[in-house]
């Protein structure tokens, strides 16, 4: 009885160990299964981010490539701007050496219209010699008017002369000769002092007409200059 | 070698020159007539003044007589000064003004200062060869009587057209003389 109480317990045991050991099995398997099921995840999501890196390794070289790129054009550039900075300066430095030049040409314009307006001294001196010139012409026609004056008055002596000779008779022969002689020679200088005045005049217009032109033109000229100083003037402060 | 506009244009500015500055009194009534002929033998004597630029100089001659009129209408204004040194005056005003108004077409103009001649010489004024020559009868108040000449004579073509309007506001170029 007790051998086969022993039997059953040892039968009852190895079944029991049995069925543990099959369930052991089992769970094992279900484990390992797990187990292989969360590998395959993880290889999964290593392939992703294998895969992602490879991406980002890819955008990341593409990247590099076109800012080695964008690099390269910058130094171009960089090249370029800075030849091209340099030609500016070299400009900057023609055009302040130019404006030093401009400067020093301004103030002797405006030095040189300065000096100029002395010609306004010139143009005195003209106007005192036409005034002086005037004087003689107004001189030469109070002489004209005074051999007028004497001619007519010889005119009438010789006319007197030839009346008397007339009354003389033959003996005033010579004599009426000599009268008709001086008339016509007061005469004669009658119309050289007719002529002589007409010269006179003309000579007025001429000269005053003439000296008028010298003098307006003198004052054209200087205000002329006056303007060329104001405006080397002007265009010195303007460099400065 | 001055054209008909420019001839007009300074016709016009020497008559408004004239009726504005001429007139001892601006409530003086002046009257400018335009002669059909050249005048060199109105008047005793003239008062001459010239205005010159690069291409052209243009003579302004006043002829006036010393009779009672015109001394009565000039002395009595002024008073104590001579007849010759007002008309002096009033003619470089004129010619002044004349001088304002051309600077706008020609920059570079000169005024000459006014002398007095005989009017006899002016009976020479074509040995100018002048290219513009007129005569004008003028007359204030219907008493004091002028003539003037205007004469042009030009190295280069003279063109412009002055303006039809009033007299610029201006006092004119004042000359010590």
Redesign the interface.
């Known amino acids: 009885m007790f051998e086969q109480s022993l039997l059953s317990a040892l039968a009852g045991a190895a079944l029991a160990t049995l069925a543990g050991g099959t369930f052991y099995k089992l769970k094992v398997v279900r484990s390992i299964a797990v187990l292989r099921g969360a590998i395959a995840q993880q290889e999964g999501q290593l392939l992703q981010a294998s895969e992602r890196e490879a991406t980002q390794a890819a955008q990341h070289e593409a990247a590099q490539l076109g800012l080695a790129n964008d690099l390269s054009r910058l130094q171009r550039e960089l090249v370029v701007k800075s030849d091209a900075l340099s030609d500016a300066q070299s400009i900057i430095n023609a055009a302040a050496a130019d404006k030093a030049q401009w400067l020093t040409q301004a103030g002797k314009i405006a030095g040189e219209a300065a000096r100029l307006n002395a010609l306004a001294a010139t143009f005195e001196r003209w106007?005192e010699q036409m005034i002086s010139l005037?004087e003689q012409n107004q001189d030469m026609?109070a002489k004209n008017q005074e051999l007028s004056s004497i001619v007519r008055h010889v005119v009438i002596v010789s006319l007197n002369a030839s009346i008397e000779a007339a009354r003389a008779g033959t003996a005033g022969r010579g004599f009426a000769v000599v009268a008709s002689e001086v008339r016509a020679l007061a005469a004669r200088s009658e119309e050289l002092s007719k002529s002589y005045r007409d010269s006179l005049?003309?000579n007025?217009?001429?000269t005053?007409?003439t000296?008028?032109?010298i003098?307006?033109?003198?004052?054209?000229?200087?205000?002329?200059l006056g303007s060329v100083k104001v405006l080397a003037d002007q265009f010195q402060t303007t460099l400065h | 070698m001055i054209s008909i506009q420019a001839t007009d244009s300074m016709e016009r500015i020497f008559r408004r020159a004239v009726q504005a500055r001429l007139p001892l009194s601006a409530d003086d009534n002046c009257e400018v007539t335009r002669q059909e002929s050249v005048l060199p033998h109105a008047g005793e004597n003239v008062v001459?003044?010239?205005?010159?630029?690069?291409m052209f100089?243009m003579?302004m001659v006043l002829h006036f007589d010393e009779d009672v009129n015109t001394r009565a209408y000039c002395v009595d204004l002024i008073g104590e000064v001579s007849l010759l040194d007002v008309l002096l005056e009033a003619w470089n005003l004129c010619c002044g003004a004349v001088n304002q108004e051309l600077l706008e077409f020609f920059p570079?103009?000169?005024?000459?200062?006014p002398?007095v001649?005989?009017a006899?010489?002016?009976?020479?004024?074509d040995?100018?060869k002048p290219d513009y020559l007129a005569s004008f009868a003028i007359e204030i108040n219907g008493c004091a009587r002028f003539a003037a000449t205007l004469g042009v004579c030009a190295q280069a073509t003279v063109d412009f057209v002055a303006n039809e309007t009033a007299i610029t506001e201006t006092n004119g170029e004042l000359e010590l003389f």
């Open positions: 106007h005037m026609h005049h003309r007025d217009l001429t005053t007409t000296f008028q032109d003098q307006a033109g003198g004052k054209m000229i200087t205000a002329s | 001459m003044l010239t205005i010159s630029s690069i100089r003579i570079d103009l000169g005024m000459s200062t002398y001649l005989g006899s010489c002016m009976h020479y004024l040995e100018l």
